[in-house]
């Protein structure tokens, strides 16, 4: 620690011994770009910035029943509305309006004065924790004269304000127009699927999915409507033997010339006509156990019940025996008459039933057909389910996509409306232009005291390049430092009372020198501080 505190001291001793001899290039440089920066500083014009404060307000109606159209961010409001007040030509209006630059003008091209108004402009948000939030800026201008900065910084606030309400209401208004072309479209893709949707829908009508239920209603309908016409075309056609029976009886009787009585032998028409209206009645009461009277097998039974019953009376009164023991010829001869409109009667009925047959007969096979027809739109049903999936899909698409532009367009142009009202975002002054009555710069003493740390490690810098490049040798330690051998004698220097008193009295020309030069950068600087 002793070895470490005697190098330092060592070291400092050796410093300070380069430091006064080489005294006067650290004290030169210092001095003369001290008093050159004090000098210059002096001579550069005083400028003064008027500053103005501007709370930008936004919409007086909540944002989540209105939406804004254009940015709420002062950042980006700032560009903005920046970019449209700050163009060349306004700027260059400026300048020719208050005179401004008037030396500069002489010399520079109009773009160069734009820029040179551009430095002098600033536009910064106030980033203090109280108003980060609050969407306050500020703008501000530097002038030679505070009158006119003021009357400067006043202008550009009244064209901020002026631009910042233009601007919203364009982006607004463009905005509202952009959503309107963007609606034609989705209209005219929406109208185009609609189409499409439609157009599939008549192609396979019947076919579609939400017409499967009732297919399936229509071909159970069907069904029963093909059993019951089967079972009529069945009874049709026991009718039809049953016709042709009684016609063929009647037919033997006559031609045999025989009166059936009752109890004779074999079945007598009589007989089969009742045992025929038995059957139907029973037939007829099944099915009214299950339908009305108005069905229509209903009434076919009924029909041929009266049928069968206008049979069995004539039946009944053609065979009525004769009284007993008067079997003549004429009784004979007038029975046959009856026994021939009973077989006319019995072959109209005849043919009515082979046209009920006939009826019948094409009725099952239209219902077949009908039955058939409905089958296949059920087969094509999944089929045309998943076609008309994908069309509903891309219109549901464009359906939503038509509500979300006709919302936006809505509140878009309600937005408007707003940005043309007092109730829009728009900028307001809470502090107007101020009048500087202290010049904002330049930085005087800065420059100054710049200056003076300049010259001095200037000074530094001269004074060890000097000492570098001289060899001389100074003391007893860089004599043995350099020389092998012991130094045996030392010779001290001997001066003359006229070289001492040269001695002294340069001595003392330097010490004054060198106080007056400390003096006259002290002077400078204090002029320089006050100044400022």
């Known amino acids: 620690m002793a070895q470490q505190d005697e190098n330092l001291d060592v070291t400092l001793n050796k410093l300070l011994r380069v430091a006064i001899r080489r005294r006067w290039w650290l004290l030169a440089p210092a001095f003369v770009i001290a008093m050159g920066a004090g000098v210059g500083s002096t001579l550069l014009p005083n400028h003064y910035q008027s500053e103005a404060t501007i709370h930008v307000e936004h919409l007086q109606v909540p944002e989540p029943y209105l939406p804004p159209n254009g940015t709420s961010d002062v950042r980006e409001t700032l560009l903005i509305v920046a970019d449209a007040t700050l163009p060349r030509t306004q700027l260059l209006q400026i300048v020719n309006e208050f005179d401004l630059y008037p030396k500069q003008r002489k010399r520079l091209a109009p773009e160069e004065l734009t820029d040179l108004m551009r430095d002098d402009i600033t536009i910064e948000p106030i980033k203090s924790p109280e108003t980060r939030n609050l969407g306050t800026f500020t703008i501000s201008f530097k002038a030679a004269d505070p009158h006119l900065a003021q009357q400067v910084t006043n202008k550009l606030t009244s064209l901020f304000i002026e631009e910042n309400s233009k601007s919203h209401e364009a982006q607004s208004t463009g905005t509202t127009n952009f959503l309107v072309e963007q609606l034609q479209a989705a209209v005219a893709d929406l109208n185009q699927q609609e189409a499409r949707v439609r157009d599939f829908k008549m192609r396979y009508l019947g076919e579609l999915p939400e017409?499967?239920?009732?297919?399936?209603?229509?071909?159970?309908?069907?069904?029963?409507?093909?059993?019951?016409?089967?079972?009529?075309?069945?009874?049709?056609?026991?009718?039809?033997?049953y016709l042709e029976s009684l016609i063929s009886q009647y037919g033997s009787l006559t031609a045999a010339g025989v009166v059936t009585t009752p109890g004779a032998a074999g079945v007598s028409p009589t007989e089969t006509i009742k045992a025929e209206l038995t059957r139907l009645r029973n037939e007829r009461a099944d099915?009214?156990?299950?339908?009305?009277?108005?069905?229509?097998?209903?009434?076919?039974?009924?029909?041929?019940?009266?049928?069968?019953?206008?049979?069995?009376?004539?039946?009944?009164?053609g065979s009525e025996p004769a009284k007993e023991g008067t079997v003549q010829e004429s009784s004979k001869s007038a029975r046959l008459p009856e026994r021939d409109?009973?077989?006319?009667?019995?072959?109209?009925?005849?043919?009515?039933?082979?046209?009920?047959?006939?009826?019948?007969?094409?009725?099952?096979?239209?219902?077949?057909?009908?039955?058939?027809?409905?089958?296949?739109?059920l087969n094509l049903t999944p089929v045309h389910e998943q076609e008309l999936a994908g069309m509903l899909r891309?219109?549901?698409?464009?359906?939503?996509?038509?509500?979300?532009?006709?919302?936006?367009?809505t509140q878009s142009e309600l937005a408007t409306s707003l940005e043309r009202h007092p109730q829009g975002q728009q900028f307001r002054i809470i502090d107007p232009p101020s009048l500087p009555m202290k010049p904002s710069g330049p930085a005087h003493i800065k420059i100054s005291?710049?200056?003076l740390a300049a010259g001095i490690a200037l000074g530094v810098a001269l004074a060890f390049l000097t000492e570098?490049?001289?060899?001389?040798?100074?003391?007893?330690?860089?004599?043995?430092?350099?020389?092998?051998?012991?130094?045996?004698?030392?010779?001290p220097m001997l001066l003359s009372k006229v070289e001492e008193g040269r001695r002294s009295r340069v001595k003392a020309l330097e010490w004054f020198a060198g106080v007056t030069l400390c003096?006259?950068?002290?002077?400078?600087?204090?002029?320089?501080?006050?100044?400022?």
């Not at 339908?291 to 049928?307: A, G």
């Not at 009973?342 to 006939?358: D, F, V």
């Not at 100074?474 to 012991?486: H, T, Y």
């Open 211 to 241: 017409q499967q239920q009732g297919n399936l209603q229509i071909l159970a309908e069907l069904n029963i409507q093909l059993q019951n016409t089967s079972a009529a075309l069945g009874r049709a056609r026991e009718q039809q033997v």
């Open 287 to 317: 099915l009214l156990a299950r339908y009305t009277d108005k069905y229509p097998d209903v009434v076919k039974i009924d029909e041929q019940i009266k049928r069968s019953g206008d049979l069995l009376a004539a039946s009944t009164k």
């Open 341 to 377: 409109a009973t077989t006319a009667q019995l072959k109209s009925q005849l043919e009515a039933n082979r046209l009920e047959i006939q009826d019948d007969t094409e009725d099952a096979k239209q219902t077949k057909a009908r039955i058939a027809e409905y089958q296949r739109r």
């Open 394 to 409: 891309d219109y549901n698409l464009s359906k939503q996509n038509y509500d979300d532009l006709l919302n936006k367009k």
């Open 449 to 451: 005291l710049g200056g």
């Open 468 to 491: 570098a490049r001289d060899h001389s040798l100074r003391d007893e330690e860089e004599l043995r430092r350099i020389f092998a051998f012991p130094l045996m004698v030392g010779v």
């Open 519 to 532: 003096l006259l950068v002290c002077a400078t600087e204090f002029y320089v501080y006050r100044r400022g």
